[in-house]
């Protein structure tokens, strides 16, 4: 259960550590919000690669794996580990669907708590009030090229697992390129999206949870 509410969160902050090097406070936060709710409300789906990197605090390796990513509104994602293994994660609305090698399973967001508080999070990023969330709280960043949305989580479920959500925000679009998710364990996960493609046609059986 852990591992999907950890690739749930990946995927809500799509649409969007102590504080980097090189970025300071935003120096007009109003504008920021105001221009990141309208690229939000007119984004209708999202198609990417990405590359994902888990560092484990008890080990010096880390763990590098890639996949692809869609999005379409409403609330429809797919995300596809390819390498080093397979796992894929669908949700359609509230329903959503794991497939780890042959092992299959689907669960409905409205039958556990957590899941509900993320897929609300992620409705909430899509229409561009995930920086009104009662759920966090947000301080943001910037350097010459992007934003830097830092998401400290404030609800119990969230916050014990998280210390806090960074996402790297493009300044020509407002998109996100990157992402880095601290853990209360010392473990942290870094997404990069590559190869973005926006408001494309994507057919409504890639996200079938059937």
Known sequence: MHKLILLICCLYTLQVSAQHAGYK???????????????????QSIQCDFTQTKNLSMLSDKIVSTGQFWFKRENKVRMEYKKPTYYLLVINGSNIKTKDGSKENKVSSKSNKMFDQVNKMMIDCVQGTILTNTNF??????????????????SKNLKGIFKTIDVIVDKKDYSATGLEMMEQSGDNTVITFLHKQLNSTIADAVFSVD
């Not at 406070?25 to 984004?43: G, I, L």
């Not at 709280?137 to 404030?154: C, D, G, M, R």
Request: no cysteine; charged share 15%.
């Open 25 to 43: 406070p935003v120096a007009n936060a109003d504008e920021f919000r105001k221009q990141f709710v309208k690229a939000s409300q007119a984004t």
């Open 137 to 154: 709280t947000t301080a943001i960043f910037e350097n010459p090229s992007s934003y830097l949305v830092q998401l400290t989580p404030t």
